[in-house]
Nanobody, 127 residues
Framework: QVQLVESGGRSVQDGDSLRLSCAAS????????MGWFRQPPGKEREFVAA????????DYRDSVKGRFTISRDNVKNMGFLQMNSLKPEDTAVYYCATSKIHYTWKVVVRVDEYDSWGQGTQVTVSS
């Protein structure tokens, strides 16, 4: 499994922007789908965004489309989540993850399709 470490989370105001980073331990990262998930207070972990191994395919949950952008740099074994126009309902612990399987033709969005997870980074958006 890939070791993942997220960073970049902090407390911000409604409408602010943040960029989360995910550092992977080795180059196997470049062969896997990368996803961002979040867990709001008192709720289950939910899908936010995913990107294919080469970056050509992305998917987002509806509530973040047009505001969040997922990207990756396979040379540096890094993943990113640019979050703009943040809202209080975006408050959560954010996790990056890599898929169990090397998919070449799609991204995956279910928690159980990922088997490597970071420790999470807290994002708090105040109104």
């Amino acid at each position: 499994q890939v070791q993942l470490v997220e960073s970049g989370g902090r407390s911000v105001q409604d409408g602010d922007s943040l960029r989360l980073s995910c550092a992977a331990s080795d180059h196997s990262f470049s062969n896997l789908v990368m996803g961002w998930f979040r867990q709001p207070p008192g709720k289950e972990r939910e899908f936010v965004a995913a990107i294919s191994y080469r970056g050509g395919i992305t998917d987002y949950r509806d509530s973040v489309k047009g505001r969040f952008t997922i990207s990756r740099d396979n040379v540096k074994n890094m993943g990113f989540l640019q979050m703009n126009s943040l809202k209080p309902e975006d408050t959560a612990v954010y996790y990056c993850a890599t898929s169990k399987i090397h998919y070449t033709w799609k991204v995956v969005v279910r928690v159980d399709e990922y088997d490597s997870w970071g420790q999470g980074t807290q994002v708090t958006v105040s109104s």
